[in-house]
């Protein structure tokens, strides 16, 4: 070797370039979720990461599954359904038991988590194992509430809430409903605390959404109002939409349906009425209602255009290959009851179903039948990729 180029290998200088694109190389090829687990390794493996993310971020939405409580030994884990390929990962040894917890709410790849012994909030994100504990509900200042309003049950009652998280800033909001009182909390605000805010009193509310700083809220007599949570301040009411008319044709609504709050790309409101009809053999339909700005009525629609509504988050994204479909699991419906995905009626009903025609386009049915674990509350989510989540 001449010394020219024992200089030029001695160099130090040149060395981050080759030890750069030996870490690129490596993380291009990894599974999505080793791929998001490697970011966390090291300032230098997460920054190498960054140009990564255009191959890995998903473009179309997974599903998770958590362990039913009938489960032994095997509370810690939950498994991701990627159905653009049908790959599946099993996560393990997430530290807690996720049998006994109940996911609320999802934003990219965080997951709202409510203890059901203790009644306690906690965010987790699976891919990096990342967990952060949320103010307890004594902080309200009568953590009773929950149990003297529902005779000891109140966990039953939490059955609704939202989740925003900034990947990049690391501030979230997360938002619940108790019967017809709401609490919030905010990253950075003024203390480490729940606050509570009542729309209207006496008024029952059934489903919410929240988007670009607004929460949307549907209430059981099928209106949405839109609270702003922009401000410092309690949240301020912001529009009202009237109430959607029951169809004439429907002489009733059958058991098991319900209505839903979304919101589009372009920040239009949709009212979804999910009819479970039972025979000849149980399916689900979809009814989308939008609100009409000539008339201010809802009228039916059968077309979201080019983008795709992901019922448990609550809004429409950007379509490449589902366009004018409905991301849907029947178990969001009774994903509380502890019941096990492994039945025919839970199995057949994770599917994607197209608006226009009216078919179920996709299903779902070998998700959980090859696994020996009991999986429970199936949900649609988006896993993201964004800021340093390093601990």
């Known amino acids: 070797m001449s010394d020219s180029n024992e200089e030029t290998c001695n160099d130090d200088s040149k060395q ?19 791929f998001h687990r490697a970011r966390c390794i090291s300032s230098e493996w997460y920054s190498t990461s960054e140009s990564c993310l255009g191959v890995k971020n998903s473009t179309t939405p997974w599903i998770i599954l958590f362990p039913s409580e ?16 049908h790959s599946s990962y099993i996560v393990r040894d997430l ?6 917890s109940l996911c609320l709410a999802s934003s990219g790849s965080w997951f709202l988590m409510l203890d059901r012994s203790r ?41 609704n809430a939202v989740l925003w998280v900034d990947e990049k800033s690391r501030d979230y909001l997360v938002v619940w409903k108790f019967g017809s009182i709401f609490g919030y909390h905010k990253k950075g605000g003024d203390n480490n605390n729940w606050k509570v805010f009542l729309p209207f009193k006496h008024v029952v509310y059934i489903d919410m959404v929240f988007k670009e700083n607004k929460l949307y809220v549907l209430s059981l007599t099928r209106k949405v109002s839109v609270y702003d949570f922009s401000g410092d301040d309690s949240p301020v009411n912001c529009a009202n939409f009237p109430y959607l008319p029951l169809r004439e044709d429907f002489i009733y609504i059958p058991p098991g349906s319900h209505y839903k709050v979304a ?46 509504l992901v019922v448990d988050l609550g809004i429409t994204v950007e379509a490449k290959v589902m366009k004018n479909c409905i991301y849907f699991s029947s178990d969001q419906f009774h994903r509380y009851n502890g019941n096990s995905l492994c039945n025919d009626f839970n199995n057949n009903d994770i599917h994607v ?14 998700l959980t039948a090859s696994s020996t674990t009991l999986f429970k509350d199936a949900r649609w989510f988006f ?9």
């Open 263 to 308: 919101v589009t790309l372009s920040g239009e409101v949709l009212i979804i009425l999910a009819r479970v009809e039972p025979y000849p053999r149980m399916r689900c339909f979809f009814d989308v209602y939008k609100m009409d700005p000539k008339s201010s009525k809802w009228k039916m629609i059968k077309s979201i255009g080019g983008e795709a």
């Open 383 to 391: 896993p993201t990729f964004g800021g340093n989540w390093l601990l």
């Open 16 to 34: 981050p370039v080759l030890v750069l694109d030996l870490l690129r190389s490596i993380l291009e090829r990894l599974s999505f979720v080793d």
């Open 70 to 85: 009938h489960v032994e030994n095997k509370n810690d884990s939950c498994k991701l359904y990627n159905p653009r390929d």
């Open 353 to 366: 179903y197209h608006i226009r025609t009216d078919q179920v386009v996709q299903l779902f049915e070998d």
């Open 95 to 100: 530290g807690f038991d996720l049998a006994r």
């Open 119 to 159: 009644i306690d909030f906690h965010l987790l994100n699976p891919f990096t194992q990342v967990r952060i504990p949320l103010p307890s509900l004594e902080s309200i200042g009568d953590g009773n509430i929950f149990r003297r309003a529902s005779d000891g049950r109140g966990i039953d009652y939490i059955d």
